[in-house]
């Protein structure tokens, strides 16, 4: 699942972190898990999640000695909301000359 569409204009490291936690939004991730699941390395994340903090996209909470981090429930789609891909260069195109 990917996050919702007007949360997507940001850096790529931020919309794979924030896709990464919709994902898993029901049980959250660690930080280490988010390594796993996103191609960066550790200081690129923390600073990904830094910024994603600060404007309070995610929810950072310690659970069971765990710190899991979870997405904002405003970040996460309604499963009901249809999902469409993002548009290409050439439907813009088409779009913009009324093709």
Known sequence: MRARREFRNRRDIEVA???????????????FELRAAVDADIDTIEDALSVLKSEDLIVVEEAQRRVLIHPDERVVPDPSEEMKPDATLIDRLRKRLGL
Do not use: K, N
């Open 17 to 31: 972190v924030l896709d990464a936690l919709v994902d898993r939004h029901d049980e959250g991730m660690t930080v």
